[in-house]
């Protein structure tokens, strides 16, 4: 694998943290951090594909009106409890 190398600022307090896991984990302090800044693009890039997603929708006119989603919210755990509305 091609890799690149740069550096980061931590605090101290996160810095020994990672090395207390590097150490009981057999890994180094790069890999650890390589595999948590990996996790991070992953999880972000799936939250931002997916608000521009929802933006893009609401600009076509699919959406739900925020007073029937206060409604639905309002109903859970009780005896008439709603279906999940429904986009426009």
């Known amino acids: 694998m091609n890799t690149d190398a740069f550096s980061v600022r931590l605090d101290h307090g996160t810095k ?3 090395q207390k896991l590097a150490k009981s984990t057999g890994r180094s302090r790069a890999f650890l951090a390589a595999e948590a800044i990996e996790q991070y693009l ?3 890039e799936w939250q931002v594909a997916g608000i521009i997603g929802a933006i ?3 600009e076509r006119g699919k959406g739900v009106p ?3 989603i206060k ?3 309002a109903s859970w755990e ?3 409890e709603h279906r999940k509305p429904k986009a426009a």
């Open 78 to 80: 009780t005896r008439k």
């Open 71 to 73: 409604q639905w919210v």
């Open 16 to 18: 020994a943290r990672l």
């Open 42 to 44: 992953d999880i972000n």
């Open 56 to 58: 893009a929708s609401l």
């Open 66 to 68: 925020h007073e029937r």
